[in-house]
C-alpha cells in the first residue's frame, strides 16, 4: 500500500509511479556496503528530481518521498510517522534553548545579568524569565546567533527562563536501541560524507567517486551566477538582460533577488555551447572596470547533487530534533576524524571560503543546533576552530562575502569563559590572533577589525581564579601584543614643512587601528590587574620595551643644561617645531595604565623590591606623552598652518581627543605626565615642559624688552600668548586631574559622576546625548542610571515632540571645574557662560572657582608641591606683570585667567592642609608666604600678592575681579588660620567657620545692593517712557480724536462674537452678505493690492494631491483615469481631491516670474536631488518654502443683499427648472446652439481669468492622475469635487478635534476655503456653456428623475454633498440674470440645498438605520420633540412603503436621534461651503465648541430645527419625489447586498492600532519572507518589502517598490509606513519621499531610529497621534517638502 506521498508522484512524476521507499530499503538493510546502497540510489534519483526545468513544489514532493522517505524508514525500520512519534514521546527536554535567530528577529540582552553585551535571549525564552524586570537592551538580529538561555556561563545569575529551567527530578533520557544507534550512525555518517564532499566539491563537470558519471545521453548545462559583494543590483540585472543572456527584466530581478539571497542562481540551462556563450557575456560585460561576476558553467548533475546535499543538511537538522540520542550520534559523526587524521567538520571549514551563500547559512545552522547544544561538543568543535584559526582567518581575507564566513563563529566560542581559557592554555590562542593580525597589518592593511575583535572576545571575560598555565600563556600573548605595539610606536611621523614616512601603515588606517586596539588595550590592563605577579611581570616587559624604544631615539644626541629661578636639569635638545613627531605610542601609554594599577591595588607600597621602580627614568618617561601633547597645541596656535599636514593627520589630532580613543590616547598621556611628575623634583618637570613649548626663553626674563625685540611679528607674539596658555592648561591638568583610581583615593563611580557632572554643566541633555558623551564602557554599566540620577535631574519636556533633558543638580554645581580635561574648546566657552549665567540668576559671585580636589594617593602626594614650587611662581608672576600693564599686548585674558585659576587651586590646597594639621610642623605647603615676596628675587620688584592687588582695582580687569578678590580673601583667611599657632585645631575650625560667614555676609550685602540699584534704574526708565508718550498724545491730540470718530462710524466687524448680530443666514434671499474691502500684500514685491474683479490677478501658492483620507473602502479599486466620469462622487469617497495652502499671497505676475526663475535653476543644477517635480508643476512657496504646485486666484466676495418682493416657493423654482431642463433637452435634439454664451461676459480681467483657468486645470491633472486637456468635458467637474472634498475633510476634523465649526481654522486653511469656494463658483463661466448646462441636467436628474437622462444614479450611490456643490455652481448656466438675478440665484440655491436635503434624510434612513434603530430601541438618551420623532415616523414609513426589506421601526425617538447623527456632517459642510460662497458673517453659538448647536446650525442655514418640515411642507411634491429615488433599482440591489451601502454618518478613519510594545513589531516582521527591511503600511495594516528589487511592480512602464505601488492603490499615491527593523517611519508621496520620527519611545522619551541605543521601546499615543493628524490634514507631502533633501 502506497503512503500519501507516493500516490500524489504519479501526478507530477509519472515514471516514479512505482516507487515505494518502504520495498526500496530492503536492499540496504541486507547490503554490508550502506554507502554504495544510497550512492547508487543517489546517483539514480536526483539528477532526475532536481532538474533545471521542474519547479520547487515539485522538487519537494519527490525529494520527501524518493530520496529523505527510504532514509527515515531506514532509520526507524517502521513507518516513519510512527517511529519519530515513539522517539518524540521519550524526548526530555533540554535545558538549553538553541534557537538560531532568523535575520530580524529581536533579541533581547540583560545589563544587569549578563556576562557580556553578546548573551541575548530570544523573545520567547526572555518574556518567561526574571530579566524582563531588569534592565535590558533590545536590538534586532543580523541572522545566525543562538539563544544563550540556560547557559549557565552567559549569565551571572537566573540563566534560565521558566521554560528551560533544568529538571533534576527527571533525569530519564530518550536510549536508542543498539540496532538504531548502528543504523543511525551508518546513515548519518553516509548522508554527511556526501554534503560535505559535494559542498565542497570543484570540478564542474565531474561528480565524486561512487555517485558515477554523468549521464551523457542528454547533457544538460547551467549556466550558474554568484553573488559577490562588488556589484550591485542595477549591474547584475543589466547584465542579465544582454542579448546573449535573454532576460526579461522581470526575470532578471528575480534572478538577482535569488542570488543576493541563496548566493547563486542558474540564470539559464541548456547544451554547453549556449552556456558558455552565455558566460563569456556575463563575464566580458565588466569590460575592465570592476571585478568581473563570478560564473561556472556546471553539468546539471553536479547542480543537482549540491541542491540536495543542502536539503539533506537540514533533514539531518530536523531529524535530531526528535530525540536526544539521535542528537550525540550526529555529533560524533560531525566530528569523526578521517584517516588522514581531518574531521569532516574541519574540511568543511576550510572550504567555507569557496562556498556560496546558501550552502554557508545551511551548514552553520546545523554546527549550532549540534555541536553548540553541549558543552562537551562545543569545546572539540572549539579545539578544532582554534587549530585552524590562521587559515581561517587567511581564507576570510580572500572572501568577499563579511556577515557570511565561518570565522563569524568565534563569538560563540571566544565568549564563552571556560572555552577562552581553556584554548589559551592549549592552543596559545592569544598569541595566534596577534600573530595572525600582525601578518595582515604588513599584507592587507586593511582587513584586520574581525581578528581585534575576535581578540577582544578572547579578553573580554577576566579569570577569577589564575593558574600556572594561563599567567605563562598570558604573558606570552602579551609578549606578542608588545611586538604589534611597538611596530606602532612612533609610527608615521611628521615634520612641520616636510613629511617622512614609515610605510608599515599609512595615517588613516594606523589612525583607525589605534581606535580598534582601544579595548583591547583596556582589556589587557583588567587582566593584569587581577593577578599582582601578572601585574609585576607585565609592568616589567612594557617597561622594557618603552627603555628600548626611547633608548634608540635619543642615541647620540648630547643633552643641554636647562637653568630658571635657582634650578638647573639636563634636558634632550628636542623641538617639536623642528623635528620629527608622532602621536602614535601606544608603549608608553600602556606603561601609565599599569602604573597606575601599581597604585590602585597597593601593590608598590606593599612590595616595591618587586617593581623595578629604581629603574625609571622620568624624562624618559614623560617625553613622548608631552611632545604629543605640544605637537596638538602647535596645530591648534597654527604653527603647523600652511605646512604639509594632511587632513589625515588632522582627524588622528581629531581622534585624540575625541571620547572614543581618548582613554588610551589623551587620557594616559596626560597620567604619563603626572607618573614622571610625581619621580622629578617639580621646578625640573616645570623647566621640561617649558623647554617642549618652546617657551623657556619667554620665561627667562620677565622683561618685554628682552621678551621681544622691536622688529618681533606681531603674530609670532600672539602665537607665545596662545602657546602660554596652552602650557598653563596642561599644568592644571596635571595637578587638578586626579579622579581616576589609583592616582588619588577616589571611586570609579565618583569618576563617572564627575564625568557627568561636567556635560550636563555645559547644557541640559536627554539621555541620549547624556550617554553619547560618556565612554562606551561606561555605558554598559547597568548602574549608569543610578548614577546620573544622583546628579541630575530629569525633566519632561512639554509638548507632544519634546523629550526629557537631564539638569543638573544645583548642589553638584560646586565641583564644577573650568578647565575639565574632557573639554573641548567650544564646550569650555559653553560652560563658562552657561554657569556664568546661573550664578547671576542665582545672585551669586560669577567667578568660576576652583573646585576642592581629593588628595592624591601616596605614590603620587608630591605631585602638589608642583602649586609652590620656585618655576611656577616665576611663571605666575611673570604673567601677572604683564597683565598690570595691557597696553603692551604681550599677554592674553586666557593666560591671565588660566594664572588665576593656578593661584585659586593653590590656595585651596594650602587650605586644606592647615585643616587637616595638628600644627605648624605638619604644614609643608607654604604657597602663600611665597607669593608674598618678589617673584624674581629681586627686593625692588612687586610680589605676586602685590600684584593681585593692583589688578583688583584695574579698570581692565572688571571681568576677573569677582576672581581677585576671591583670591585677597582666601589669603586673608589663611593667614589668619596660620597665625593661630598656639589655639587649638577646633578654634582654628571655628576661626574659619567665622571668617566663611563674614564673607558670605559680605556677598548678600553686595547682592541686595546690586538689585536695588537694578530696581531703580528700572524705575526711572519706566518713568521716562511714561513721559514720553504722554508727550506723544498731547502733540497728536488731534488725530486720536479724529481716528476714535471713524471708529465709532465704522460698520460692525463680522468676526467678534460678541458684536455678531442675531437672526444671520448663510444662505437663500434673507442671507447676510458683507461688503468689505480685501487688501493683501505681495510676499515677493511687498506691494499691498486690493482684490477687486478687474485688478491685477492675485494668487495664493496651493499644492492639489489625490486623498482617499476619507475612504470608507479600501478594497475598492481606483478608477481607469481615462474614462472615469467624476460627475457623481459615490458616498464611500474612495478617492478625492484635496486643496491645501500655506496662504501666502503674491501678484500673478510675480509667481509667473518666479516660477520661471525655478525651472531654471532646476535645468542648470540636473545632478542636484531636490524634492520638487518642477515638470509637474510643484514649487517652493517663496517665503515658508512649502511644497505647492498650483495658484489659487484670489476672487472678491459676494455684495450685500437688498431684499424685496416675493420669493418663489419650491414647487415653482422645481416647476420652472424642469421646464427649463427640458427646453434644453428640445434644443439638444434640435441641434440649436445656446442662446447666451457667458463665457464672453466674465466680470474679470483677463490676468485673473487666465489664473481661473490655470488652477481650474492643475485640479483636473492632478485628480485624475492625466495630461492637460482643455477641452476635456471633466475639467469644471473635477473643480467643483476638490472644493466638495476639501470642505468636507476640513468638516472631520473639526468635528473630531473638538474645535468650533468657525474660528477654528488657522487663518491659512481658512483663506484656502474662502478662495476655493469663489473659485469653484466662478469656473462655469471658464467652460463651455453646453458643457456645464450638460453636467446641471444628469446632477438634477439625480434629485428629480428625467427619463430622458441615461444611466441616472440611485440616491445611495450619490454623496449629497458633491451633489449640491456640484449643483450650485453649475446651475447659472440654465438660470437666466436679470435685474433681480442675484435674488433668483439665492432663492434657487436655498431650494436646491432643502431639496438635497430631504434627499440625504432619505438617503439615511435607506442605508444607515435598518439594523441599528431596532438595536437602539432600549438604549437610553434624551427624548426628542414629539413633532420631530411622529414626522421622522411617518417619512420612514413613507419610505418603507416602497421598499419592503426595510424593517419596520415601533418608535420614531431612536429613528430621529440616528436621522439627525447622520445629517449633521452634510450640514455642517454646507454652512462652511455658503459662509465663504456667500461671504457672510457667522453667529456666535458656532464660533464655541461644544454639543447644542443644532438649533442654530438650523437657522443659520435658513432651516427649521425639525428638519422633517421640510418634507411636511412640500408632502406631495415629495411623495413623488420619495418615489423616484425608492423605485431606482439601484436600491434594491444595494438593499440585497449586490453593491457597497455607506451608513451615515461616515466613519472617521484613523490609523491601525500599534502594539504597546515594539519588540511585538519585531517579532512580526522577523517571519516576512523578504530579506530585506519590512515595512508595516500604517493605513491598512500589511506588511510589504522596502528598499528591495524583490517585490518591484511594474506600473506604467516603471519599476517601482512594493511600498510605492501599495501607496497607490491604499493611499492614493500617499503612504506611511513603520519601517520596522530601523524603527522609522516612512512617508511617500509620489516619487519623493522622507523618513520622520517613529511613535516609539523610551522610558526617556526619545526615539531610537536604527535600534543603535537598543533601549526598550513604548509606543506614545501622542507622538502616534501627531503622525494621524499629518495624515489627516493632508501635510504628509508639506512634511516631505520641509525634510532635508539626502
Not at 80 to 107: D, Q, Y
Request: hydrophobic share 35%; with cysteine; glycine share 6%.
Amino acid at each position: 500500500m502506497q503512503s500519501h506521498g507516493e500516490s500524489r508522484i504519479s501526478a507530477v512524476c509519472p515514471e516514479l509511479n512505482n516507487f515505494s521507499a518502504k520495498d526500496n530499503i530492503s536492499s540496504w538493510l541486507q547490503s554490508s556496503d550502506l554507502s554504495s546502497q544510497i550512492y547508487r540510489h543517489l546517483t539514480v534519483y536526483v539528477p532526475r528530481i532536481y532538474s533545471p526545468d521542474r519547479d520547487i513544489q515539485s522538487e519537494d514532493l519527490l525529494c520527501q518521498t524518493v530520496l529523505l522517505s527510504p532514509l527515515e524508514w531506514f532509520l526507524c525500520g517502521d513507518e516513519p510517522s510512527v517511529g519519530l512519534a515513539k522517539l518524540e514521546e521519550n524526548k526530555s527536554p533540554s535545558h538549553l534553548c538553541g534557537h538560531v535567530f532568523k535575520m530580524g528577529e529581536p533579541t533581547y540582552s540583560c545589563r544587569e545579568c549578563a556576562t557580556d553585551p553578546t548573551c541575548v535571549l530570544c523573545m520567547e525564552c526572555f518574556l518567561g524569565s526574571v530579566h524582563k524586570a531588569h534592565r535590558y537592551k533590545m536590538h534586532t538580529s543580523s541572522g545566525g546567533g543562538v539563544c544563550d538561555c540556560g547557559d549557565d556561563e552567559a549569565w551571572k545569575k537566573a540563566p534560565s527562563c521558566q521554560k528551560h529551567q533544568p529538571n533534576v527530578t527527571d533525569s530519564r533520557e530518550a536510549q536508542l536501541s543498539d540496532d538504531m544507534t548502528a543504523r543511525c550512525f551508518n546513515v548519518f555518517s553516509v548522508i554527511f560524507k556526501y554534503a560535505v564532499d559535494m559542498l565542497t566539491w570543484e570540478q564542474e563537470d565531474q561528480l565524486p567517486l561512487g555517485l558515477g558519471p554523468p549521464e551523457r545521453a542528454d547533457d544538460t548545462f547551467c549556466c550558474m551566477l554568484f553573488n559577490d559583494e562588488v556589484h550591485t543590483f542595477e549591474q547584475v540585472i543589466y547584465t542579465l538582460m544582454m542579448k546573449d543572456v535573454g532576460c526579461t527584466r522581470k526575470e532578471a530581478v528575480s534572478f538577482a533577488s535569488t542570488i543576493n539571497r541563496d548566493g547563486r542562481k542558474s540564470v539559464c540551462f541548456g547544451d554547453f555551447q549556449s552556456c558558455e556563450k552565455a558566460r563569456s557575456v556575463i563575464v566580458s560585460s565588466a569590460n575592465g572596470q570592476s571585478k568581473p561576476l563570478r560564473v561556472q558553467v556546471m553539468h546539471s548533475s553536479v547542480v543537482a547533487h549540491q541542491r540536495f546535499a543542502l536539503k539533506a543538511l537540514s533533514w539531518l537538522g530536523r531529524i535530531i530534533g526528535y530525540s536526544e540520542a539521535l542528537w550525540r550520534v550526529l555529533c560524533q559523526v560531525v566530528l569523526q576524524r578521517a584517516p588522514e587524521g581531518q574531521t569532516l567538520v574541519d574540511t568543511l571549514m576550510l572550504c567555507d571560503f569557496k562556498m556560496w551563500k546558501g550552502a554557508r547559512n545551511v551548514y552553520h545552522q546545523l554546527l549550532m543546533s549540534t555541536l553548540f547544544m553541549d558543552p562537551k561538543y562545543k569545546s572539540l568543535f572549539a579545539i578544532q576552530f582554534a587549530k585552524n584559526y590562521e587559515q581561517l582567518q587567511n581564507n576570510y581575507a580572500e572572501d568577499d562575502h563579511d556577515k557570511d564566513s565561518i570565522t563569524s563563529l568565534s563569538v560563540q566560542i571566544f565568549t564563552v569563559p571556560s572555552l577562552a581559557h581553556m584554548l589559551m592554555i592549549e592552543e596559545d590562542l592569544m598569541k595566534t590572533i596577534i600573530k595572525c593580525l600582525m601578518g595582515h597589518l604588513r599584507h592587507k592593511p586593511f582587513d584586520h577589525y574581525g581578528l581585534i575583535q575576535d581578540l577582544n572576545y578572547v579578553l573580554t571575560c577576566r579569570p577569577t581564579e589564575w593558574t600556572d598555565q594561563l599567567r605563562e600563556k598570558f604573558l606570552e600573548g602579551l609578549d606578542a601584543f608588545l611586538e604589534l605595539l611597538k611596530g606602532i610606536q612612533g609610527v608615521d611621523p611628521v615634520v612641520r614643512q616636510k613629511r617622512r614616512h614609515n610605510y608599515m601603515l599609512e595615517p588613516e588606517w594606523s589612525c583607525n587601528l589605534q581606535r580598534i586596539l582601544t579595548p583591547v588595550i583596556s582589556l589587557i590592563q583588567q587582566w593584569c590587574a587581577s593577578d599582582e605577579r601578572v601585574l609585576t611581570e607585565a609592568y616589567r616587559k612594557v617597561l622594557c620595551a618603552l627603555s628600548q624604544y626611547c633608548g634608540s631615539s635619543t642615541k647620540g644626541k648630547q643633552p643641554i643644561i636647562l637653568s630658571l629661578a635657582g634650578h638647573s636639569i639636563e634636558s634632550i635638545p628636542y623641538l617639536v617645531s623642528k623635528e620629527e613627531v608622532s602621536i602614535h605610542s601606544p608603549v608608553s601609554r600602556l606603561l601609565a595604565g599599569l602604573h597606575i594599577l601599581l597604585s590602585k591595588t597597593e601593590l608598590a607600597y606593599r612590595c616595591p623590591e618587586q617593581l623595578p621602580l629604581n629603574e625609571l627614568n622620568p624624562l624618559m618617561l614623560v617625553e613622548h606623552s608631552l611632545r604629543c601633547l605640544v605637537f596638538c597645541a602647535q596645530v591648534y596656535v597654527g604653527m603647523w598652518r600652511g605646512s604639509s599636514l594632511s587632513d589625515n593627520w588632522l582627524n588622528q589630532i581629531y581622534y585624540y581627543h575625541s571620547m572614543e580613543c581618548r582613554g588610551e590616547m589623551f587620557d594616559k598621556d596626560l597620567l604619563m605626565l603626572q607618573v614622571g611628575a610625581s619621580m622629578m623634583d617639580p621646578d625640573n618637570f616645570l623647566m621640561v615642559v617649558l623647554n617642549r613649548f618652546e617657551l623657556f626663553h619667554v620665561f627667562n626674563s620677565v622683561d618685554d624688552k628682552k621678551r621681544y625685540s622691536r622688529d618681533t611679528n606681531k603674530d609670532i607674539v600672539k602665537q607665545n600668548n596662545m602657546l602660554i596658555a596652552e602650557m598653563l592648561h596642561v599644568i592644571i591638568m596635571v595637578v587638578g586631574e586626579r579622579y581616576v583610581c589609583g592616582l588619588s583615593k577616589v571611586h570609579s563611580s565618583e569618576e563617572i559622576k564627575r564625568e557627568i557632572i561636567h556635560q550636563l554643566s555645559v547644557k541640559a541633555m536627554s539621555h541620549s546625548e547624556l550617554l553619547q558623551s560618556l565612554p562606551e564602557n561606561v555605558n554598559e554599566d547597568a548602574g549608569i542610571e543610578r548614577l546620573i540620577d544622583s546628579v541630575a535631574l530629569f525633566k519632561k519636556k512639554p509638548g507632544v515632540t519634546g523629550s526629557g533633558l537631564y539638569e543638573l543638580r544645583p548642589e553638584c554645581s560646586k565641583l564644577f571645574n573650568l578647565y575639565f580635561y574632557h573639554y573641548s574648546r567650544s564646550d569650555r566657552s559653553m560652560a563658562e557662560e552657561a554657569q556664568r549665567k546661573l550664578r547671576r540668576q542665582n545672585g551669586e559671585n560669577s567667578a568660576l572657582l576652583p573646585p576642592v580636589m581629593p588628595p592624591f594617593s601616596p605614590l603620587f602626594a608630591s605631585l602638589v608641591n608642583l602649586l609652590q614650587c620656585d618655576v611656577l611662581v616665576v611663571i605666575l608672576g611673570a604673567v601677572l606683570q604683564w597683565a598690570v600693564e595691557p597696553s603692551t599686548g604681550h599677554w592674553s585674558e586666557s593666560m591671565l585667567q588660566r594664572v588665576l585659576h593656578l593661584i585659586g587651586m593653590s590656595l585651596l590646597e594650602e587650605q586644606q592642609q592647615i585643616e587637616k594639621s595638628s600644627g605648624r610642623a605638619d604644614i609643608t605647603f607654604n604657597f602663600t608666604s611665597k607669593i608674598s615676596r618678589p617673584f624674581d628675587g629681586a627686593s625692588n620688584s612687586a610680589s605676586i600678592l602685590a600684584l593681585l592687588e593692583t589688578l583688583h582695582d584695574a579698570p581692565h580687569m572688571e571681568v576677573h575681579k569677582d576672581m581677585v578678590h576671591w583670591i585677597l580673601m582666601m589669603v586673608s583667611n589663611i593667614r589668619t588660620m596660620t597665625e593661630q599657632t598656639a589655639s587649638t585645631f577646633t578654634y582654628t575650625t571655628i576661626t574659619h567657620a567665622h571668617n566663611e560667614a563674614v564673607r558670605e555676609k559680605a556677598i548678600e550685602e553686595r547682592r541686595k545692593r546690586k538689585a536695588e540699584q537694578v530696581h531703580l534704574h528700572r524705575q526711572k526708565i519706566m518713568a521716562q517712557m511714561s513721559e514720553m508718550q504722554k508727550q506723544f498724545l498731547n502733540e497728536n491730540i488731534e488725530l486720536f480724536e479724529q481716528s476714535l470718530d471713524e471708529m465709532n462710524e465704522a460698520p460692525v466687524p463680522d468676526s467678534p462674537p460678541d458684536q455678531a448680530p442675531d437672526g444671520l443666514v448663510c444662505v437663500g434671499p434673507g442671507r447676510s452678505g458683507s461688503s468689505e474691502r480685501q487688501l493683501v500684500i505681495c510676499i515677493l514685491c511687498q506691494e499691498k493690492q486690493e482684490v477687486t474683479a478687474h485688478g491685477q490677478a492675485m494668487v495664493m501658492a496651493a499644492f492639489v494631491q489625490r486623498s482617499n483620507v476619507l475612504s470608507q473602502n479600501r478594497s475598492t479599486p481606483l478608477p481607469d483615469p481615462e474614462h472615469h466620469d467624476p460627475l457623481f462622487i459615490h458616498p464611500e469617497l474612495n478617492c478625492g481631491t484635496h486643496t491645501g495652502s500655506c496662504g501666502h499671497v503674491m501678484h500673478a505676475s510675480c509667481w509667473q516670474r518666479y516660477f520661471e526663475a525655478e525651472q531654471d535653476k532646476e535645468r542648470r543644477h540636473l545632478r542636484v536631488i531636490t524634492k520638487n517635480d518642477i515638470e509637474n508643476g510643484e514649487f517652493p512657496c517663496p517665503l515658508c518654502r512649502r511644497l505647492s504646485n498650483a495658484v489659487i486666484p484670489i476672487l472678491p466676495g459676494t455684495h450685500r443683499l437688498t431684499h424685496s418682493g416675493e420669493q418663489q416657493s419650491l414647487e415653482e423654482w422645481l416647476k420652472l427648472t424642469s421646464q427649463q431642463v427640458a427646453a434644453l433637452h428640445t434644443n439638444t435634439r434640435k441641434g440649436l446652439k445656446p442662446e447666451l454664451d457667458l463665457t464672453h461676459t466674465i466680470p474679470f480681467s483677463s490676468n485673473i481669468k487666465e489664473m481661473v483657468s490655470t488652477f481650474g486645470m492643475a485640479t483636473y491633472k492632478v485628480g485624475l492622475n492625466v495630461k492637460p486637456n482643455d477641452h476635456d468635458p471633466r475639467v469644471p467637474i473635477m473643480s467643483w469635487n476638490s472644493c466638495a472634498f476639501t470642505i468636507q475633510s476640513t468638516e472631520r476634523l473639526l468635528a473630531d478635534e473638538e474645535r468650533p465649526l468657525f474660528g477654528g481654522l488657522p487663518s491659512r486653511q481658512d483663506g484656502c476655503l474662502t478662495s476655493l469656494c469663489r473659485f469653484a463658483s466662478v469656473y462655469w463661466m471658464s467652460s463651455p456653456l453646453s458643457t456645464v448646462r450638460t453636467h446641471f441636467i444628469r446632477l438634477f436628474s439625480a434629485v428629480v428623475p428625467d427619463p430622458q437622462v441615461e444611466n441616472a444614479p440611485c440616491i445611495l450611490d450619490v454623496d449629497m454633498f458633491h451633489l449640491l456643490v456640484s449643483s450650485l455652481m453649475s446651475y447659472s448656466t440654465v438660470q437666466g440674470l436679470g435685474q433681480s438675478g442675484q435674488s433668483i440665484a439665492d432663492s434657487a440655491h436655498l431650494h436646491l440645498f432643502h431639496l438635497l436635503t430631504v434627499a440625504h434624510l432619505v438617503q439615511i434612513m435607506i442605508s444607515s438605520v435598518p439594523g441599528e434603530a431596532t438595536m437602539e430601541q432600549g438604549e437610553s438618551g434624551g427624548a426628542g420633540n414629539e413633532e420631530e420623532e411622529e414626522l421622522t415616523f411617518l417619512l420612514y414609513n413613507k419610505v418603507r412603503s416602497h421598499l419592503d426589506s426595510l424593517p419596520e421601526v415601533c418608535s420614531g425617538r431612536h429613528l430621529w436621534r440616528r436621522v439627525k447623527k447622520g445629517v449633521e456632517p452634510f450640514l455642517r459642510s454646507a454652512a462652511l461651503l455658503f459662509t465663504r460662497l456667500n461671504s457672510t458673517r457667522t453667529p456666535s453659538a458656532l464660533q464655541v465648541a461644544g454639543p447644542g448647536q443644532w438649533e442654530a446650525l438650523c437657522a443659520y442655514l435658513a432651516l427649521p430645527s425639525n428638519l422633517l418640515q421640510l418634507y411636511h411642507r412640500h408632502s406631495p411634491l415629495m411623495d413623488t419625489l420619495i418615489q423616484g429615488w425608492c423605485c431606482h433599482g439601484g436600491v434594491r440591489q444595494a438593499l440585497q447586498g449586490n453593491g457597497p451601502l455607506v451608513r451615515h454618518p461616515r466613519r472617521s478613519n484613523r490609523l491601525i492600532e500599534l502594539p504597546e510594545d515594539y519588540s511585538c513589531l519585531i517579532n512580526k516582521a522577523s517571519s516576512f519572507a523578504c530579506p530585506s527591511a519590512p515595512a508595516m503600511c500604517l493605513v491598512c495594516g500589511a506588511m510589504l518589502c522596502s528598499q528591495s528589487y524583490c517585490c518591484q511592480t511594474e506600473v506604467g512602464g516603471v519599476d517601482i517598490g512594493s511600498c510605492i505601488a501599495h501607496s497607490y492603490t491604499c493611499g492614493a499615491g500617499l503612504g506611511i509606513f513603520l519601517v520596522v527593523r530601523s524603527c522609522q517611519v516612512l512617508f511617500l508621496s509620489g516619487k519623493t519621499n522622507c523618513f520622520y520620527a517613529p511613535p516609539y519611545l523610551d522610558d526617556y522619551g526619545e526615539t531610537d531610529e536604527h535600534l543603535r541605543r537598543g533601549n526598550p521601546l513604548h509606543l506614545s499615543a501622542d507622538h502616534y497621534l501627531k503622525i494621524q493628524r499629518l495624515w489627516r490634514h493632508h501635510s504628509i507631502a508639506e512634511e516631505i517638502g520641509y525634510a532635508p533633501t539626502p
